[in-house]
């Protein structure tokens, strides 16, 4: 296992002992914004206004590769008390760099700057066009200037988020990252974790005393500290709520909607129709238990496989299975996702004091994605491996941009990376051994499919709800009571749900860290079903459809990207077509159950 870890290597983000230097030469040249807005004028040349532009988009991107640095190495080791400081330090700056834009941002939006001429419509037009890749970006910002407040009160909610929302994020991962699991299944002897991954492993457990002792072991310190993080959630959820209602967004929501560029109707579309097919895995749910000659499923057996799990898969091995499906699909998949393993920029196995989970961070322009993994070696970190490289992949085809139209929206940022796991799933029960092996794997992938598409549905819903029930008054009991209803009402008479789970909202990072985030899996996920089910019907010549999808990032709205492949995210119809791949999926397993 040693042998095969990979580290990544930061220095190509800053290099080694350049930090104070680098930094140093962001806020000099921070500095230089003030001449640059006195250039500002609705009459301005076209070069003029491109360098201004260009000016603020290599202050973006030198302060995000600073500040990954600092992010990154926290990532990778959570008690670093240097990364904390880099990552303090690169906020501090983060800070300068707001206050100096804001003029120019504000002017952009067309609302008043002290000293400058407001910006009418017809010269934003024809200075928006001299910059084709941020046009869409300009268009947007202007027209919601309605939900932007004065410079003055910008800067101070700048302050308030490093200050106040973020500190209680660090303060939240300290806590939970602090966490020991005592995993001790019926009968045998107490063994203590420190890294959460590995308890989580025996979720997949064939034994049923180990699936219930795992989720009792990572859920006890939740529910032991969850007046603590109750008052997090609580002061989270109230921040975010204020600042809804000071930039007059109709509903907390709303301002996720805001940021990822769709409709509210469309967001309410898809988690109307995830609720309408919640019987699709209520029934998996009830077929699972006749498969594993259980009465009735526990919220413990959602993912306990039906045969004993196969020899876990070495990573060099898992690296080689993904890049070839990659290079079958299409070859610049593949290009891409070696690039990254080139690069050095994958933290793949788990360690003491590593974060838990996976990520991809798309950090700017001209840099090869970081990805950190905890990989184990089972089918589900082979998939995670395949989804995360699909990240990555996404990122370098989106890399052509300038920094403010490159990062993609969130509901399109699954779609590489759930097609990516799509591909590995589809290879892999091709090449299944026998009629059992298929089922076994057909059985896990509508896990999967619950956990991505129904599960992201329902915390969405929660949160919904809990952000209501925070501003009306609530105690920590109550949202807890609030949480289990839901989660009961998610999986109705399928599934009996044991107490342990009321404390399960407090385990869910996304509702803290980035509140409503949890719909782009879901989004991305029946996007990706719909792309790939296109893909099967056309073979090879809908391939570059999805790798013009994939190039855009940021440059255009996803509706108009998504009309471009004939979809329509605002339509049931569209959404309810990924269901029916689920439900083909299902009626395999039962075919194969026979």
């Known amino acids: 296992m040693a042998g095969q870890e990979l580290k990544w290597n930061l220095n190509d983000i800053v290099a080694k002992g350049k930090f104070d230097e680098t930094y140093a030469g962001i806020e000099k040249d921070i500095t230089g914004m003030t001449e640059q807005i006195k250039l500002l004028k609705p009459q301005m040349s076209l070069a003029e206004f491109k360098q201004v532009i260009e000016f603020r988009e290599d202050l973006k991107t030198r302060l995000s590769k600073l500040s990954s640095y600092g992010e990154l190495w926290e990532n990778a080791d959570l008690k670093s008390q240097d990364a904390k400081l880099y990552k ?131 859920f006890k310190p939740y529910h032991d500290n969850e007046d603590k993080l109750f008052v997090i959630y609580r002061a989270l959820a109230k921040d975010w709520d204020n600042d809804a209602k000071l930039r007059n967004f109709p509903n907390p929501v709303s301002v996720r909607n805001f940021y990822n560029r769709v409709p509210d109707a469309a967001i309410n579309t898809l988690l109307e129709v995830c609720q309408q097919n919640v ?190 029930r925070i501003t009306e008054g609530i105690k920590s009991d109550q949202l807890s009571d609030l949480y289990i209803k839901q989660l009961r009402s998610q999986l109705g008479s399928a599934v009996e749900v044991a107490e342990e789970f009321r404390s399960e909202w407090a385990y869910i990072p996304h509702i803290f860290q980035t509140p409503f985030y949890c719909y782009a899996y879901n989004f991305g996920e029946l996007l990706a079903l719909a792309l790939f089910a296109r893909y099967k019907d056309e073979g090879r010549p ?22 471009e492949v004939g979809m329509d995210m605002s339509s049931p119809e569209f959404w309810q077509g990924s269901f029916e791949v689920v439900k083909g999926w299902l009626s395999e397993l039962k075919r194969l159950s026979k």
Request: proline share 4%; aromatic share 10%; with cysteine.
């Open 542 to 563: 809908f391939v570059p459809k999805i790798e013009k999808i994939l190039a855009y990032g940021g440059s255009q709205s996803p509706d108009r990207i998504i009309k």
């Open 88 to 218: 303090s330090r690169s906020q501090d700056l983060g800070i300068k760099l707001s206050d100096a834009i804001l003029p120019l941002e504000h002017w952009l939006k067309g609302l008043a700057v002290e000293g400058l001429e407001k910006l009418d419509d017809f010269n934003a037009n024809r200075l928006f066009a001299e910059l084709p890749d941020l046009e869409y970006v300009f268009n947007y910002n202007r027209a919601a200037a309605q939900h932007t407040l004065s410079q003055g009160e910008e800067r101070l909610i700048t302050r308030k988020s490093v200050t106040g929302s973020q500190a209680l994020v660090d303060m939240y991962n300290l806590i939970t990252d602090s966490f020991e699991y005592k995993f001790q299944p019926q009968g045998q002897k107490a063994k203590i974790f420190k890294v959460q991954g590995q308890v989580r492993n025996y979720y997949y457990s064939a034994r049923a005393a180990e699936r219930e002792a795992a989720y009792k072991a990572v």
């Open 279 to 468: 019987g699709i895995y209520q029934d998996l749910f009830r077929y699972k238990a006749k498969l594993l000659k259980m009465k009735k499923l526990r919220r413990y057996d959602l993912f306990a496989p039906l045969e004993a799990p196969k020899a876990k898969m070495p990573l060099p091995e898992a690296k080689k299975l993904v890049l070839d499906i990659f290079r079958d699909f299409a070859p610049g998949f593949a290009e891409r996702a070696e690039s990254i393993f080139r690069a050095n920029h994958i933290d793949s196995h788990p360690r003491p004091g590593k974060d838990t989970g996976a990520f991809c961070s798309d950090i700017a322009p001209g840099v090869t994605p970081y990805i950190l993994l905890n990989y184990t070696g089972n089918n589900s970190s082979v998939s995670t491996l395949a989804h995360e490289l699909g990240h990555g992949v996404h990122d370098l085809y989106a890399q052509g941009h300038y920094f403010s139209s490159s990062h993609t929206t969130l509901p399109l940022a699954e779609t590489a990376s759930t097609i990516s796991e799509l591909m590995v799933f589809e290879k892999l029960l091709s090449q299944a051994r026998s009629d059992k092996e298929r089922r076994a794997m057909l059985l896990e992938k509508l896990g999967d499919s619950y956990a991505t598409v129904i599960r992201q549905a329902y915390f969405v819903m929660f949160e919904n709800q809990a952000h209501k």
